[in-house]
């Protein structure tokens, strides 16, 4: 697509319950991210993908979170037994090679709640 | 701790005026990006200024960048209400795969 889509836009999920978050990054983009912002702060970096693999989960916070990415495209963020603490919005974002080299595109993030 | 930190935190100005944010780092990078944010959710990918620059425009945006105080600075001349967002200056690190984002500084331009 010409962007980088996320869906869905919107969850809102019972604690407890598991959530699958997907981006469909740029077609060609090698590099893939999952960022999370909490109301009103900045960005934290939980994920990298370099095509299918993930050289850096360094930023998941728990052995809740887990990540995929298949055939150098889609990913799915999985958070499994969801709490209060996961609400955020997850931000997607994909780049023709190395965060060195390129800015990034971003999706317009699905905003996750947890109640 | 954030690799970059963004000065003031919120900005208040009239159309028409300049605004200017800055940014600091800790340490040795290849490149800063500042992207904009309009209502908590996607960023708009605004320059990329890379090491070996000092300076850099791109329409209203002048970008400045001083490696040796580690900081660098987003100008935005003759602002416009449209240009209210949140602006995050991010790094990576050399070598490093992923960038930081700052905590971002709130700009309101009053019309």
Redesign the interface.
Known sequence: GAGVSQSPSNKVTEKGKDVELRCDPISGHTALYWYRQSLGQGLEFLIYFQGNSAPDKSGLPSDRFSAERTGGSVSTLTIQRTQQEDSAVYLCASSPGTANSYGYTFGSGTRLTVV | S?QGEEDPQALSIQEGENATMNCSYKTSI??L?W?RQNS??????LI?IRSNEREKHSGRLRVTLDTSKKSSSLLITASRAADTASY?CAT?TTG?????????TRLFVKA
Do not use: E, S
């Open positions: 954030q290849n490149n990006q992207y908590g959710r996607g960023l708009v990918h990329l995050f990576d490093g795969f992923k960038t930081i984002f700052g905590a971002g």
